[in-house]
């Protein structure tokens, strides 16, 4: 089975699906905010979507009171395959190290983040 391309996965979610947030910001003006999975910004739009890329990353923070982070990959050839779908690194360094280690690991996978870390 083949999957669908980015764009048009985009095109049928950037209007109506059960993630978007719509509010009014300063003198009326519409602002659309996302609570999609692997989005880093929760801004709505093709750049930093979770659905319509592929290639995503999420960096999220764990249960416990130390300093570990978990970076979770997307792998682009298990897309039809839930259960192998990400990939999981739990860090455990200082943050300094820590940032470098995600930086390096995003950047040498061109994941399409653009200098977001």
């Known amino acids: 089975m083949a999957t669908a391309s980015e764009s048009l996965v985009w095109e049928l979610v950037k209007k109506k699906n059960c993630f978007l947030i719509k509010q009014f910001g300063n003198n009326n ?33 764990t249960a416990d009171k130390e300093m570990t982070v ?9 897309q039809n395959n839930p259960a192998a779908f990400s990939h999981k690194i739990v860090m455990r360094k ?5 940032a470098k280690a995600v930086k390096n690991q995003v950047s040498e996978n061109y994941y399409n983040i653009w200098n977001q870390l």
């Open 29 to 61: 003006a519409k602002v659309q905010f996302s609570k999609e999975p692997n989005n880093l910004y929760n801004v709505h739009s093709y750049k930093y979507s979770g659905l319509g890329n592929k290639k995503t990353v999420t960096v999220q923070p």
């Open 70 to 78: 978990v970076l979770s990959t997307t792998k682009t050839k298990k």
């Open 94 to 98: 200082e943050f300094r190290k820590m």
